[in-house]
């Protein structure tokens, strides 16, 4: 254990609710005479067992360095009481606040509390510190969630993975070691009052997030909030965002920035944090600071998809180029949500390119470098029906070598008489492309299964001469005479002693079939999680997860896509043995999306719960 400067304490504790329930929470806090600012990471994703690792490093460390750091369990998951809700709703936010008073009234705080949360817990406590002013100082918030759709499309990847494990941590029970024979009848009224969120899922829904104080963005770059991060850090002065080299979650070498916000706003002291620059990234190889955003040293470069791109295979009279792709364009995206593995990362895209249209420029004579959001604007010629247009940025190399930079989509309504203008943004990124490199405009009208295809396999016509592929390129010399950008490496405790047992024979990462008689592709994915995971504690908790996609090369209509999830919890001492069974599918009509999930409850191998709850969801918006 290294030395802190202060020694620390654990315990468990009982937060209640104005309604008399009780949410489980667990206390890490300095060996101090005088009351200090806490820390609140107020999460769905049971304390007990699947958050422990992580709290377990970062939790004691803010401990040790003065502050009272509490992991809290929201309402009706892990072994905090009552029943589950929506997650980020109406009730969570307002059991939040209650927490958020009781912490700042106990002995050992001063009153004064910062807000932290990973994805949706992230995106929870900047709603939070809007219902709480005047207590929440600050917050951190890592991978911030802005929704469920993608340019106006609706989420394939990732959404119905994410409802399949939102509804099995759900129906898991509290821990008889903690909650003694309570546990049994709590988690049956659990089952019984989980009701999927699939209406709401698939809605539109409103993404806008309220910045109330100062806010510490962090985030991976190839993670779906970097765009989300950097309006944040334009639209908010007391914001200050990090982008590095790292996939979802709070990374550990943020942990020291963290620590000087929290010093800064929640102490008073001067640790220069709030001079940093508003945007520290990392770009290829370095660490660079911007002092405003948007950033004076990056400026929006045209290119014309008639003049520095072209494309090839073109007759020189049509005015307009057709766009119509295959339904198994997507294929090689990588993974939506970007967790550290290699089958995360997309590959080659010259497979993908070959399914588009591409605009290439001539080989770049000097590097140019990119920070942020790119926009494609195109002309779209006047259709009678919904399209979806999919833009990717990519590098390719003297090689013929395609790398992906990033990716936008866009759904558009329908327009028989006028022309579409149609303005595509890209995810915001940061990289170098090299010197002899072209710059690649791919076009496509699908992009599965990141996104659900349009009901219509009709594609669309671009007017290039009218159409526009604007770069945000920073300066070669924006660095030159700039404070150099540091992290330093923080001394965190010793990893909780938890023994993985990996399976006999795991499951590829990611594996893509191609069944060339049935013109049919099917891609299945497996997560980092599967295996069994041994607490120090004894208590055992094995996981496995497979998601599957399908689709017929020529019928938008025969997407498909299925997860299933299986958790088992035991104590092998008292012979506790749960085991929770889900399954998502999702597929859909030319007007609805068709969602199917099942739930199995099983105890010492005996079912003691099964349900179905089928959902049928109007496609709204365009293209959808």
Not at 581 to 586: D, K
Request: aromatic fraction near 6%; charged fraction near 20%; proline fraction near 10%.
């Amino acid at each position: 254990m290294p030395s802190y400067p202060f020694h620390t304490t654990r315990e468990d504790l009982r937060i209640p609710l104005p309604d008399g329930t009780e949410l489980a929470a667990r206390l890490w806090r300095p060996v101090s005479d005088e009351p200090v600012p806490a820390l609140l990471e107020y999460s769905a994703d049971r304390l007990g067992d699947r958050t422990a690792a992580a709290d377990a490093r970062r939790h004691p460390w803010y401990a040790g360095h003065g502050y009272a750091a509490v992991r809290v369990d929201t309402r009706g998951h892990g072994n905090s009481g009552g029943l589950p809700g929506e997650p980020g709703g109406a009730r969570e936010l307002d059991d939040g606040a209650a927490v958020v008073e009781w912490l700042a009234r106990r002995p050992w705080c001063n009153g004064r509390l910062g807000l932290l949360g990973t994805g949706t817990a992230a995106t929870t406590a900047l709603r939070l510190a809007a219902r709480t002013p005047g207590t929440v100082g600050a917050a951190v918030a890592a991978c911030p969630e802005g929704g469920h759709r993608l340019g106006g499309a609706v989420l394939a990847a990732d959404l119905h993975t994410r409802l399949t494990a939102l509804i099995a941590d759900a129906a898991l029970p509290p821990d008889p070691r903690h909650l003694g024979d309570a546990w049994r009848p709590g988690w049956l009224a659990r089952l019984e009052s989980l009701d999927p969120p699939v209406d709401a899922w698939l809605a539109a829904g409103d993404t806008t997030v309220p910045v109330s104080v100062p806010v510490l963005a962090v985030a991976g770059w190839g993670d779906p909030s970097c765009s989300f991060v950097l309006r944040l850090l334009a639209e908010s002065p007391t914001a200050r965002a990090l982008l590095g080299p790292w996939p979802h979650g709070l990374p550990e070498a943020a942990l020291p920035e963290t620590l000087r916000w929290w010093d800064h706003w929640l102490r008073g002291v001067d640790t220069g944090a709030a001079k940093e620059p508003a945007l520290r990234s990392w770009i290829s190889t370095r660490w660079t600071g911007e002092d405003a955003w948007p950033s004076p040293d990056v400026r929006e470069i045209h290119y014309d998809l008639d003049g520095q791109l072209r494309t090839a295979g073109t007759a020189a009279h049509e005015r307009y180029v057709p766009v119509r792709s295959p339904q198994h364009t997507g294929l090689n995206a990588g993974a939506y949500v970007p967790h550290g593995r290699p089958a995360d990362q997309p590959p080659d895209q010259r497979e993908e390119d070959g399914r588009s249209v591409c605009f290439d420029s001539q080989p770049l004579p000097e590097p140019v470098e990119l920070l942020g959001a790119p926009t494609a604007r195109l002309r779209l010629r006047p259709t009678d029906t919904p399209v979806q247009v999919v833009a990717r940025l990519c590098a390719v190399g003297p090689d013929g070598t395609s790398a992906l930079l990033t990716r936008g989509v866009l759904a558009t309504a329908a327009a028989d008489v006028e022309p579409v203008e149609a303005e595509v943004e890209l995810a915001a990124c940061a990289a170098t492309v090299p010197a002899g490199h072209r710059l690649r405009l791919a076009l496509s009208s699908v992009y599965w299964p990141w996104v659900w295809p349009s009901a219509d396999d009709t594609g669309y016509a671009l007017d290039p001469s009218r159409s526009t592929l604007s770069l945000p390129v920073r300066h070669l010399a924006a660095d030159v005479g700039a404070t150099p950008v540091t992290l330093a490496t923080p001394a965190l405790p010793d990893p909780l002693d938890i023994h993985l047992t990996e399976p006999l024979a795991a499951r590829p990462e990611h594996v893509t079939v191609h069944d060339i008689g049935r013109h049919e592709w099917r891609t299945e994915l497996s997560p980092a999680t599967d295996g069994t995971r041994t607490h120090p504690d004894g208590l055992v908790r094995d996981e496995h997860t497979v998601t599957a996609y399908r689709v017929l090369t020529g019928a938008p209509l025969s997407a498909q896509a299925r997860t299933d999830h299986t958790v088992r919890l035991e104590r092998p001492d008292i012979g506790w043995d749960i085991t929770v069974q889900t399954r998502t599918q999702l597929r859909c009509d030319a007007d609805h999306f068709l969602s199917v999930v099942q739930l199995r409850a099983l105890e010492a191998g005996s079912v003691v719960f099964t349900r179905e709850w089928q959902h049928r969801v109007p496609r709204e918006g365009p293209a959808q």
